[in-house]
């Protein structure tokens, strides 16, 4: 199986190499459009701020490859943000493949959130085994709330969307990479997808 993890200089990507070879398969880190294109399955990962991220992705040109992939996408923290409608950080216009806008938390809570948080009403084959309530590992000041897409619940401060789904298109606001054996289950069911 052939997994490629997009870089354009905007993930944690060491993590997830190392999770992905914990679950006994080898990834491939790859900003050409070909070996993209031609990949089983695609990790498409984030870490900063969002406009200069979407900035890298304009720049090379994945921004209108990657709406248009057609094998199994997850997109993880940033990476998922990136892929709704907008995000108010920076004023980004995003991917628009999940039909959300990312909004910043407000200041009555402590930003960005930080740590370990449950997810539940768990709605997905990524979720195959998992039980309600587990915790996840998340760092995020900005969130994607709860619509029609949403297939994981989080409460900080108000409800909102921890993980997403449209088509072939995976999301998750928590880094399943550093969310111990959970995470790294869940990570396991997109790539026997």
Known sequence: ?????????????QSIMFAIE???FKAVLSNN??????????????????SSAMFKLRESGLDSLIPNLKQPVL??????????????????????????????FSNKVKVPQMGWNQIYDLKSDLFKGISENEFM?????F???N????????NYEVEYASALQKDNFYGTQ???EKSGEIGEKILGNFLKM
């Open 22 to 24: 914990r679950l006994g």
């Open 1 to 13: 199986m052939k997994i490629v993890i997009i870089n354009y200089g905007a993930g944690n990507i």
């Open 33 to 50: 459009p070909d070996e993209i294109q031609s990949a089983d399955k695609v990790i498409f990962p984030g870490v900063g701020e969002a």
């Open 75 to 104: 997109g993880i923290c940033l990476g998922m943000q990136l892929m709704c409608n907008s995000s108010e950080e920076g004023n980004t216009k995003g991917l628009g493949i999940f039909d959300v806008d990312v909004i910043r």
């Open 143 to 145: 969130y994607a709330p």
């Open 147 to 154: 619509c029609k897409e949403t297939i994981a619940t989080t």
């Open 174 to 176: 928590f880094h399943p």
């Open 137 to 141: 590992y998340l760092v995020h000041s």
